[in-house]
Nanobody, 129 residues
Framework: QSHLVESGGGLVHAGGSLRLSCAAS????????MGWFRQAPGKEREEVSC????????YYADSVKGRFTISRDNAKNTVYLQMNGLKPENTAVYFC??????????????????????WGQGTQVNVSS
């Protein structure tokens, strides 16, 4: 059975940085698209970033462009989210998720969050002002 485990969350001051990691097991990681989502209290879940499986194409929400970077290491079955210039409004639980799309060439940002088949348990990010 496949699992996703996030880590790297914590408390930082505004302007600080964190790197989130999501380790996958039980799946052929190189064939899976990976996404990072977040949910703040009282708000809907939103997609932060995603990366496809074969072409290295990425997507970022407008609110994080230029500050966050998604990357993946297929040898380690891990996807990362480097978050720089953090703002208090970035406070949320961050989740990674995965969907098997292989070499379909589908743009990862065209995949609705509800279509992702596996989700991690989330990691809390708190940014103080």
């Amino acid at each position: 059975q496949s699992h996703l485990v996030e880590s790297g969350g914590g408390l930082v001051h505004a302007g600080g940085s964190l790197r989130l990691s999501c380790a996958a097991s039980g799946l052929s990681f190189e064939h899976y698209y990976m996404g990072w989502f977040r949910q703040a209290p009282g708000k809907e879940r939103e997609e932060v970033s995603c990366i496809d499986s074969n072409y290295g194409r990425t997507y970022y929400a407008d609110s994080v462009k230029g500050r966050f970077t998604i990357s993946r290491d297929n040898a380690k079955n891990t996807v990362y989210l480097q978050m720089n210039g953090l703002k208090p409004e970035n406070t949320a639980v961050y989740f990674c998720a995965t969907i098997l799309l292989g070499r379909t060439g589908v743009a990862c940002n065209s995949v609705p969050g509800d279509n992702y088949s596996r989700w991690g348990q989330g990691t809390q990010v708190n940014v103080s002002s």
